[in-house]
C-alpha cells in the first residue's frame, strides 16, 4: 500500500513553454503533498507544500508564478512549470502524506527528470 | 533555521566491515531526525526515526543532542546495504516540514 506516482517520468521541452506534473497517491487520501526539487548531486529541496483544497505554501525563494501547484482532490496533485527555461531543468520529486500522518511519513514517488532545451 | 549535514558524498566499505554514515544536524529546539534510504532504480523511503530507536535491517542510528549528531550505524555491511542514504529533520511534533541532507553513497564492495 501507500503507493504514490508520477507522471510524467521524463519530459523534455522547449525554452518559454509550460510542463505539467502529475502526482497521485493510488491507494490511499493524501491531504497533503510536497514538491521537491532535487539537482544533480544534492540534496532535496522542499519547493512548496500543497494541500488539498487550498493554496500551496511556498518556500523562500521558489517563485510562485511560475511553479503552479493545483491539489484539487485528495489523491492529485499537480506542478506546473511555466515558461520553462534551461534552468529549470532538474528532478522533481512528489509526495504524499496520509490523512493525519505527520510530516516525515511521506510516500514518495519516483520523480520526474524535465530537461529544458 | 534548520539544517542537516552529511559529509561523506560517497561511503565505501568491504561487505562484513562496519558502516558509519555521518549527520549532524542544526536545530534551534528539540528536533526529530530520520535516515531515508534509496535504492537503484527505487523511490526514496523511510528507513528508521530516532524516537523509536528500532533497529531496521541490521541499522541503528543514536541521537547525540550533545554532538548534534546521528550516524546511522551498522556492524557488518551487505552487498544489498549499497545505497543512497539521507539523513533528515523535522521540527518536535511531527508536522513540520521535513530538511534532508545532501545525501550519501554507501557502496559496499564484495
Known amino acids: 500500500g501507500a503507493v504514490v506516482s508520477q507522471h510524467p517520468s521524463w519530459v523534455i521541452c522547449k525554452s518559454g513553454t509550460s510542463v505539467k506534473i502529475e502526482c497521485r497517491s493510488l491507494d490511499f487520501q493524501a491531504t497533503t503533498m510536497f514538491w521537491y526539487r532535487q539537482f544533480p548531486k544534492q540534496s532535496l529541496m522542499l519547493m512548496a507544500t500543497s494541500n488539498e483544497g487550498s493554496k500551496a505554501t511556498y518556500e523562500q525563494g521558489v517563485e510562485k508564478d511560475k511553479f503552479l501547484i493545483n491539489h484539487a482532490s485528495l489523491t492529485l496533485s499537480t506542478l506546473t512549470v511555466t515558461s520553462a527555461h534551461p534552468e529549470d531543468s532538474s528532478f522533481y520529486i512528489c509526495?504524499?502524506?496520509?490523512?493525519?500522518?505527520?510530516?516525515?511519513?511521506?510516500?514518495f514517488g519516483p520523480g520526474t527528470r524535465l530537461t529544458v532545451t | 533555521a534548520q539544517r542537516v549535514t552529511q559529509p561523506e558524498k560517497l561511503l565505501s566499505v568491504f561487505k562484513g566491515a562496519p558502516v558509519e554514515l555521518k549527520c549532524n544536524y542544526s536545530?534551534?529546539?528539540?528536533?526529530?531526525l530520520f535516515w531515508y534510504v534509496q535504492y537503484s532504480r527505487q523511490r526514496l523511503q523511510l528507513l528508521l526515526r530516532?524516537?523509536s530507536r528500532e533497529s531496521i535491517k541490521g541499522f541503528t542510528a543514536d541521537l547525540n543532542k550533545g554532538e548534534t549528531s546521528f550516524h546511522l550505524k551498522k556492524p557488518f555491511a551487505q552487498e544489498e546495504d549499497s545505497a543512497m542514504y539521507y539523513c533528515a529533520l523535522t521540527g518536535s511534533g511531527g508536522y513540520q516540514k521535513v530538511t534532508f541532507g545532501t545525501g550519501t553513497k554507501l557502496q559496499v564492495i564484495p
Open positions: 530516532h524516537i
Open positions: 509526495s504524499a502524506r496520509l490523512a493525519g500522518g505527520y510530516s516525515y511519513e511521506q510516500y
Open positions: 536545530y534551534s529546539g528539540s528536533p526529530e
